[in-house]
């Protein structure tokens, strides 16, 4: 049953393969994706033609590459702008929340706990549709009434920005909130009798302390900014993240210039997830 | 320090207060408060908006939506528990027959896919399954085959496209319940002769309730909300509700009907979750954690 109980050999070597075709079932469509990426063909799909580097270098005519895709190469860039807002903003908002549930009473605590939770029980369609009328109407109201056109508040960049922040932020304040919760609070009363005052405290005890969750938020935010789809779908304007313009190709049929940047994804995101996921359990030993 | 000074102005409340008040109120409450509005406001044929029934109407009306509605439900439910029929023996594996040397690895291996973009995940298999794609490729290099055979775009590669994109959310929370459940547990009650099926029904899984519980709720309000695995991977002549929603708001810029339509999936995603956490008798605050 367990490793520690005698099991019959058939049922260990039955375990075993379930196993083994659970990850195959896992890896497969990766790897194979990850593999086209190098095949020398207008499409991405076997026989293999040959070993090239085309669809990362190639220049054109037939074949350009990730790195000459100016259309691709754009919306990287605006993921990334996405991203990096998202990231820092919800750490930030994440980080005052994670202190206001943990370290402060008030009235209402439990209903605006239950709401700061919400965001993860609504769907992100959903999410992305109230967010796009509400801004809509509020944008309506100030060119109606006081003649403003507020640009940011009709669909594109800041828009995207924050409707992903309202819910990865409810990520952000549990990852935070985690790690502040098992914080000795006597330390800082210890600052407090040796003369510190309540800004060096926060900023020597309290987030120092706090320091390893609140890089680990940020990735996380970054990580689910850079690849989110549902709730931008339907905030994004003329400027498209990743997401939304690699599903535009692969709905019309691409060539395998998107494995390519699922090639530099994956590798990518495995290299983010490892180090988070390695720098988190040595920080947390120490 | 807190209460002992009550007359005082809490800065530090003020500080930590506004920006998440601002976010939960401009970013969420306002904005679900605008969709159920939108949703009961209608136009009539001279122009003039006002309160109507119409958009909720208009659902029950026409059969295509509410079956829609019902044929997305079921599948969610449905792909919830196959994502669970999996990944109980699989974080059994990781967690208690694995060598305990492997299991950091075997619990990083299972993570990897769980970042990398559903789009790519989705795409992966359109590779694999398409006409032209690989499997193709090899079952009629094999002579299994004679002729290509389509395998995407049927509710069969639907439900498993979904399984794959959702099962990491359901093992991953099993996997920290899981951890926790002691060993002697397992032993005692095989030494006192219990059979397999009824350690299982006995011990272990009500201890990894919670963890099943969490992970059924993430996997069902991903799986109800997904959009990208439905349209990519299922059939042509059925659709999944997102769609229905995107296709009001964008195609016929109808958003009084859309936000109908939202409205109604946000209250089955709830009313499912609030029946599931008091049939097993858990808070959702714990469950969430």
Known sequence: MIRTLPNSKAYTAAYRLFIAVFFIFLFSPLLITMILAFNNSMFPSLPWKGFTLDWFFGRGPDKIGIFHDDSNLRSIFTSIRVAVAVSALSTLVGTMAAFLF????????????????????????????????????????????????????????WLVVFGQFSFITTITTMTISARLKKFDRTLEEAAYNLGANKFEVLRFITLKYLRPSIVGAAAIAFLMSFENFNTTLFLVGSDQTLPINLYLQVRDGSTPVINAIAFLLITFTSIVAVANLYGGNKKDQA | MKNSKPHKIRWSFIIFFTPVALWLFLLIVFPHLELLKMSFTGTDFYGKSGFTLENYGEFFKEPIYWRTFARTALYSIFVTFIVLVISLPVTFYITKIARV???????????????????????????????????NRFLVKLGIFSVP??????????????????????????????????????????????????????????????????????????????????????????LWFTEQIYNSMIIYFNWNQGAAFGFLLLLLSSLIIFVALKVTKQDFKEVVK
């Open chain 1, 102 to 157: 943990e370290q402060e009473d008030f009235k209402f605590k439990q209903v605006f706990y239950f709401l700061m939770l919400a965001p993860l029980v609504i769907p992100g369609v959903i999410l992305g549709i109230s967010i796009l009328l509400f801004t809509n109407a509020v944008g309506l109201f100030f060119e109606d009434k006081l003649g403003f056109d507020m640009k940011f508040l009709s669909p594109g960049y």
């Open chain 2, 101 to 135: 040397k492997s299991q950091g690895f075997l619990t990083i291996l299972v993570l990897i896919p769980f970042w990398v973009s559903e789009l790519i995940r989705v795409y992966g298999w359109m590779i694999l399954l398409r006409e032209s794609g690989v499997i």
């Open chain 2, 149 to 238: 055979h389509e395998m995407l775009y049927n509710d069969i590669t639907m439900v498993m496209g979904l399984v794959y994109t959702s099962m990491l959310f359901m093992i991953v929370p099993i996997i920290g319940v899981m951890e926790s459940l002691d060993d002697a547990l397992i032993e005692a009650a095989y030494d006192l002769g219990a059979k397999k099926t009824t350690i299982w029904r006995k011990i272990i899984i009500p201890y990894v309730t919670p963890g099943i519980m969490s992970g059924s709720i993430i996997v069902f309000m991903l799986v109800l909300g997904s959009y990208l695995t439905p349209k990519l991977m299922g059939g042509k002549n059925a």
